[in-house]
């Protein structure tokens, strides 16, 4: 499959560029610093120079057979807004977008804790959901990830839904590794187009489990 990769040179774009290639794809790696794209040149990485603020550059490398997983941040005002607004302009088959458990459409999944999140992320979340909006109008699949941390790929993750949203902890964590392999499964086999999915450490217990 060709992938499309926003913000490559990231921790969690690292992770989606490495594995993708691991897994036999082939990639191309927008960055704004294409050197700092450092990984083995397999013939199936081309790394290109680009910027969301700068819609030309990503319109010259996203067509309408594009699948574009992003890993952008939020480290500047507004740049996930446009971000989905440029990607989306682009004309994607698929989009496969990074966003923050908690915020949006699962604070209220995420319960009480979630609004911890509101004074850690100030003017920033409106932009999340904001952005999280345009790709889910747009029929993309947006991952809403807990706290992340550096680790491996955890052997017990699942994805799910929002109906099996456990509620937000913020001392809980999901490797950027985990995030990366469960949005790749979704680029090789749909399962929540249009829709919001949760990327998990460990699965989410059946409610039997807990009752019992």
């Given amino acids: 499959m060709n992938l ?3 913000a490559a040179s990231g921790r969690t774009g690292l992770a989606l560029t490495r594995q993708a290639l691991e897994r036999g794809h082939t990639v191309i790696a927008i960055a704004r610093d294409p050197g700092r794209v450092v990984l083995p040149d397999r013939g199936r990485l081309r790394v290109v120079a680009g910027d969301v603020e700068d819609p030309a550059s990503i319109a010259a ?17 507004g740049v996930l807004t446009t971000g989905a607004e440029v990607v989306v302009a682009a004309g994607p088959r698929r989009i496969i ?34 952005a ?28 799910v839904g ?23 499964d979704e680029a090789e086999s749909p399962r929540f187009p249009g829709a919001v999915a949760l ?12 009752a019992s």
């Fill in 4 to 6: 499309t990769i926003l």
């Fill in 61 to 77: 490398v996203v067509d309408a057979d594009s699948v574009v997983l992003s890993a952008l941040g939020t480290e500047r005002a």
């Fill in 97 to 130: 977008w990074l966003g923050a458990y908690g915020t949006g459409v699962s604070a209220g999944v995420a319960g009480p804790g979630a609004a911890v999140l509101e004074s850690v992320l100030g003017d920033r979340l409106a932009d999340k959901v904001a």
């Fill in 132 to 159: 999280d909006a345009a790709v889910l109008t747009a029929g993309g699949t947006v991952f809403h990830a807990g706290v992340l941390s550096d680790g491996p790929v955890s052997p017990d993750r699942a994805t």
């Fill in 162 to 184: 929002l109906e099996a949203g456990p509620p937000f902890d913020l001392g809980a964590r999901v490797s950027r590794e985990t995030v990366a392999a469960a949005m790749l």
């Fill in 199 to 210: 990327p998990l450490a460990v699965p989410v217990p059946h409610p039997a489990e807990v």
